[in-house]
């Protein structure tokens, strides 16, 4: 597991988990859309982030959910609540 | 065989018959666990209402609409919930969206479980307060997010008691527990499961012995009490202040009159009439068990919700569309509406049935096989 802020160990752990998810053989890069390049659905996406939040000890509020579109708009998003824990 | 859109119209003829394009089928998705939509003392008692008070009330509950009847029933549901309050609401979605959305607000965190119902969603967004999910009918991943959270702020744990599309029920014992050791309070939707679980069907709390536990408890009046409108009673006195800020409350007209008087007769049959829950139970295993030995395998163990996933959305649609020309309804059930993207035919049971009802709805099955 990433500590802190450590983002390009948090890009790697989002995307070891994204990868076990996705729908598409398209690259996973911070740029990556999770939605429309890998294929992933709103469902799935929770359970993405239920992994994630249990591997960082976090819990990321559903409305912030709702906003993330991009890899690195999840890997900000852990990074910065891992941050505040 | 043509297929017909997961829709229909039909003409109502019992709790368990209708006419579908002029031919008699049995229903099998209409969440009439109790079948008391046809009851002579509900109908009466509906009839009377609108013959002495008119067919709508007109104007909210802090306005004019407010009728003696609706503090009558709200008495009853205290007396009925033990509950020191009651606040009755138009809709079972909107007593959701008014009860979550005033008892938690900026600052507060809501807990949810993952599988809730859409109204509990959107309770929580009409809310200010950051919303959690956790893992379905986890106790223990509901105790890993409340550690993680902070001392500030009220918390509320929001569950339901049988879930809708699967037909599973939350171990309410286990959350009790789990939410007053981390400070939280327990809120739970009991939409589908009053009538059917408890002492003369006051719930699955009033079941596993935790009713005087459970800090918030709603339910709808659009299934087993044969009307339409929700409620939210609790032990705490306070909940009568959501009438002086909660928007889903204030800005609606209120219960028709009809409606009122239908679903405190309803109560009424529930508290005095024959056991209607113990018959649901039994026509519940009837079914249960007779579709385990026609091959399928129920998503939940036996109980007024029976889901019977499929291998994908087409199975489903065809098995649907082949089970309707046998004369037979039940609900198809397709992602994103139910949980981890399953296809399910899902059927719903009553106390109306009769036990060749349900051997006719197994033998159907059968024959899709």
């Known amino acids: 597991m990433a500590s802190g802020t450590d983002q390009k160990a948090i890009f790697e752990d989002v995307a070891r988990v994204l990868s076990t998810h996705s729908h598409t053989q398209a690259p996973i890069r911070p740029e990556t859309r999770i939605g429309a390049d890998l294929e992933i659905d709103s469902v799935e996406i929770f359970d993405i982030v239920m992994e994630l939040e249990d591997l960082y000890n976090i819990s990321l509020p559903v409305e912030a959910a709702s906003d993330i579109d991009t890899v690195q708009d999840l890997v900000s998003k852990i990074g910065q609540l891992a941050n505040v824990r | ?369």
């Open chain 2, 1 to 369: 065989m043509t297929s017909r859109r997961p829709t229909f119209s039909s003409e109502i003829l019992s709790p368990t018959r209708a006419l579908v394009d002029g031919r008699e089928i049995i229903l099998a998705g209409t969440n009439n666990y109790l079948g008391l939509t046809f009851s002579e003392a509900v109908k009466s008692a509906a009839i009377d209402a609108i013959a002495r008070q008119g067919t709508a009330t007109t104007g909210s509950r802090l306005a004019n609409g407010t009728f003696r009847e609706h503090i009558d029933l709200e008495e009853d549901l205290k007396t009925f919930f033990r509950a020191k309050s009651a606040v009755v609401f138009t809709t079972g979605y909107q007593a959701n969206l008014a009860a979550i959305s005033t008892l938690a607000g900026r600052g507060d965190h809501l807990l949810i479980d993952a599988d809730s119902h859409a109204c509990i969603y959107d309770g929580c967004r009409l809310s200010e307060a950051e919303t959690i999910r956790f893992r379905h009918n986890s106790p223990e991943d509901l105790a890993k997010r409340l550690a993680r959270l902070p001392d500030e702020g009220a918390r509320l744990v929001v569950v339901e008691g049988l879930y809708s599309m699967l037909g599973d029920v939350a171990p309410l014992d286990e959350f009790v527990a789990v939410a007053h050791e981390h400070g939280a309070y327990l809120y739970v939707d009991e939409a589908h499961s009053v009538g059917c679980y408890g002492d003369r069907g006051r719930g699955l709390a009033e079941e596993l012995g935790v009713l005087d536990k459970i800090d918030f408890l709603s339910g709808t009046f659009s299934k087993s009490f044969a009307s339409i409108g929700g409620f939210c009673v609790s032990r705490h006195p306070g909940l009568d202040l959501m009438r002086l800020v909660s928007r889903p409350y204030l800005f609606t007209a209120s219960g028709s009159p009809s409606n009122v008087a239908a679903a405190r007769a309803a109560m009424g049959e529930m508290m005095n009439g024959p056991d209607l829950s113990r018959e649901l139970m039994e026509r519940a295993h009837q079914l249960h068990a007779g579709l385990t030995g026609a091959g399928f395998t129920p998503a939940s163990p036996p109980g007024p919700i029976i889901a019977i996933p499929r291998p994908d959305e087409l199975t489903a649609v065809r098995e649907w569309n082949r089970l309707l020309e046998a004369g037979i309804y039940v609900n198809l059930a397709v992602p994103p509406a139910t949980p981890h993207a399953k296809s399910l035919l899902r059927l719903s049971v009553s106390a109306a049935h009769s036990e060749d009802e349900i051997n006719t709805i197994i033998s159907a099955f059968r024959e899709l096989t």
